[in-house]
């Protein structure tokens, strides 16, 4: 057993001196109670028990293989119910609208479609490792060059491999208490201290975060705008804040939902790259794009970063259907266009419509709405679900009054409320 480590060891240990305390309960009895007696009461009760409790341990030391220690306490990520699921367990035949995980409702770039249709007799070949033509597209769009850009299997795949490369267990890494949960989760995996500062009025405590920064701080993750809340980190903050994270400190700026925010107040991070080597700016295809199915998300950073994260992804992370279908989709001005105006329209009208409902919710700047009901929202959460509308219970972000609801197509929204009349 020389391969396991001194913490498994201990463990083991502790383990055994318990299945030695019945042991010994078994000795004694048969060194001072009749023989008799022993025979009833091992029938009656002890022969179970201890048989059960030897079951167990002997399953638990044998046969059970133990987890990382880091590993153990993580809840795993909770993605909001995927509509087949829905329609298995509640075996509803009308149509299911799934408002959970902020996808784009229109659907799917056609511009991507149409690439996808052109290229899937290729996939009997391995992708291209560095993405040359997605990253290549991405340099011209946001004049950045390509050893500045990494892609990866959804940006979800980027935050990790940032873990992976700089957390040693025991660094500290600031974020959002509630902010986007995967930050949590690669923390915990890579045994980071997470350091978490609750939000101030559902937005990012920018003041706090500054001063909580010392010298075992490693990485500072901000989502702007925040899931859950929709709200951002404003440009004069920003400004403030940049200019306070030491250049040994890793910023790491996740805009998942940059394309629905046409607003001067909101800091378009690759503006400060220049100047700050330590900034890695997240991005997605995943939200306006309506490529989440497909998995691909890129960051932006200084090329020492960008080289650190190849070190640690896997090869051909991307697969080469995304990388085509992402590429093409970001010629798609047009429908990038459509999805931002319907999300505007959506927000407004579930603004109003919530409003009148009297139900609480926090302005958001996403594809996504916040509401606060005044009670649990599992509840609310089921009944819709029952209904054919699949929303966001979000318990695990903190907050389990509250539900986050994907703003819809307009029959979507419509249905939305119908159902949240019948139930509220
Ligand atoms: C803030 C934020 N970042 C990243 C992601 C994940 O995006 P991807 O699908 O690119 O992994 C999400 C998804 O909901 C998100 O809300």
Redesign the pocket.
């Known amino acids: 057993m020389t391969f396991f480590d001194e913490q498994t060891k201990k463990n083991r240990t502790k383990r055994m001196t318990i299945i030695e305390f019945f042991i010994l309960i078994e000795y004694t009895h048969n060194q001072y109670v009749s023989q008799e007696v022993i025979i009833k009461l091992k029938k009656l009760v002890l022969g179970k028990i201890y048989l059960l409790h030897f079951l167990i341990f002997w399953i638990y030391y044998y046969v059970v293989i133990e987890l990382r220690n880091f590993v153990k306490n993580i809840r795993s990520y909770k993605p909001g119910k995927p509509i087949e699921e829905v329609v298995r367990e509640l075996g509803i035949k009308e149509e299911i609208i799934k408002l959970s995980?902020?996808e784009n409702p229109l659907g799917p770039s056609p511009k991507a479609v149409q690439s996808i249709k052109e290229k899937i007799k290729d996939i009997n070949i391995y992708p291209d490792n560095n993405c040359f033509y997605l990253k290549k597209k991405l340099g011209e769009k946001f004049n950045i060059q390509s050893d500045n850009i990494t892609v990866?299997?959804?940006?979800?795949?980027l935050?990790e491999l940032i873990f992976k490369a700089y957390v040693n267990p025991g660094d500290e890494v600031i974020m959002s208490d509630p902010?986007?949960i995967?930050y949590r989760i690669a923390c915990q995996i890579f045994g980071g201290k997470r350091i978490a500062i609750p939000l101030k009025n559902y937005a990012h405590d920018i003041e706090t975060i500054t001063k909580t920064i010392n010298e075992k701080t490693k990485i500072i993750i901000l989502?702007n705008?925040?899931?859950p809340t929709g709200a951002i980190i404003t440009k004069d903050k920003f400004n403030y804040f940049v200019e306070k994270v030491p250049e040994n400190v890793i910023l790491v700026v996740?805009e998942?939902?940059r394309e629905y925010i046409k607003n001067e107040n909101y800091p378009n991070a690759i503006d400060y790259l220049k100047e700050h080597e330590n900034i890695i700016i997240?991005h997605?295809?995943?939200?306006i794009y309506g490529l989440?199915g497909l998995?691909?998300?890129y960051g932006f950073s200084s090329t020492d970063i960008i080289a650190a994260l190849m070190k640690v992804s896997l090869p051909f992370n991307v697969n080469r259907i995304s990388q085509i279908a992402a590429t093409a989709a970001l010629d798609d001005d047009e429908f990038v266009r459509k999805s931002y105006e319907s999300n505007e329209a959506g927000k407004k009208f579930l603004y109003k419509e919530l409003e009148q409902l009297n139900l609480q919710y926090t302005p958001t700047y996403?594809n996504f709405i916040l509401v606060h009901l005044e009670r649990e929202a599992k509840g609310v959460f089921q009944a819709a679900q029952k209904r054919g509308v699949i929303l966001r219970t979000i318990l695990e972000y903190g907050l389990p009054n509250s539900l986050r609801i994907t703003i819809g197509t307009p029959q979507q929204n419509k249905k939305l409320i119908e159902v949240l009349k019948t139930i509220i």
Request: charged share 15%.
């Open positions: 995980s902020n990866g299997s959804g940006s979800v795949e935050i902010s986007f995967m989502d705008p925040i899931n996740d998942a939902y997240l997605t295809f995943s939200k989440a998995r691909v998300g996403g």
